[in-house]
């Protein structure tokens, strides 16, 4: 299993490639699975990523994988199930502290990150804590329902200029949805009044700045 492990992480890259065609497939699937039922298909589906991702990447079934922002490489193989880089303890030659025989996990993530487009990048977004409710949950399911979810959304919005920026900026909307949002504003964030009182604080502060300015230049004259 270690030798598949390390293997999964040379060739990262294209397990990404697949892992996008086979979301890419979920998501495209989604009105079926809504028909069938999300709730239904969990178990199936926690079976079949359990068997396949333990095969690849000795995968311990958290919930809610990070394998395309470690380079393939699991970390919670990690004896102390570090999210976000090793401990201060990596061996000379880039070995576990605790399991000397065993290459530290983000030594190996690093690795596959450096091989995949924009993988260093992506190493460097830090994780939140593992949620441990999600533990033996399918993340594949999880984050196609999302996705489809997300798009499902952005066909049935309403307003076509925030259609039009979403698509427009796809990039800044994944790394940063608030960027180009998709959802309709609250109506105390449209209300004319609460714009005319937000903006009353700069109109007030500027002609504040006027009249002390106006001041020094009247004293000066006098
Ligand atoms: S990050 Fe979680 S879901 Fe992904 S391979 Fe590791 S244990 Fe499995």
Redesign the pocket.
């Known amino acids: 299993m270690y030798a598949v492990r390390r293997f999964a992480v040379r060739r990262s890259s294209g397990f990404l490639r697949i892992y996008r065609m086979f979301e890419g497939i979920i998501v495209f699937l989604d009105p079926v699975l809504r028909l069938v039922g999300y709730g239904r298909l969990e178990r199936p589906f926690a079976f079949l990523e359990r068997n396949f ?1 333990g095969l690849l ?1 000795d ?9 395309s922002s470690t380079g393939m490489s ?3 193989n990690c004896p102390k199930t570090l999210r976000n880089g090793p401990c201060g303890g990596v061996r000379p030659g880039g070995f576990c502290e605790v399991k000397p025989e065993m290459r530290c996990v983000w030594v190996e993530a690093w690795d596959g990150a450096s091989r995949m487009p924009e993988g260093l990048e992506r190493i460097r977004v830090v994780q939140p804590p593992v949620n441990r409710e999600l533990e033996g949950s399918s ?1 594949w399911l999880r984050v196609a329902r999302e996705k489809a979810a997300s798009l499902r959304q952005m066909r049935e919005t309403p307003d076509p200029s925030r259609h039009m920026l979403a698509r427009a900026f796809r990039r800044a909307r994944q790394i940063e949805p608030a960027a180009a949002p998709i959802a309709a504003e609250p109506n105390a964030a449209l209300a004319e009044h609460s714009v005319s009182e937000r903006t009353a604080v700069f109109t007030k502060g500027e002609s504040a700045a006027g009249k002390n300015n106006g001041g020094g230049n009247a004293k000066k004259k006098g």
């Open positions: 991702k990447f995968c311990k079934m958290c919930g809610q994988c990070v394998l699991c970390p919670m993340s």
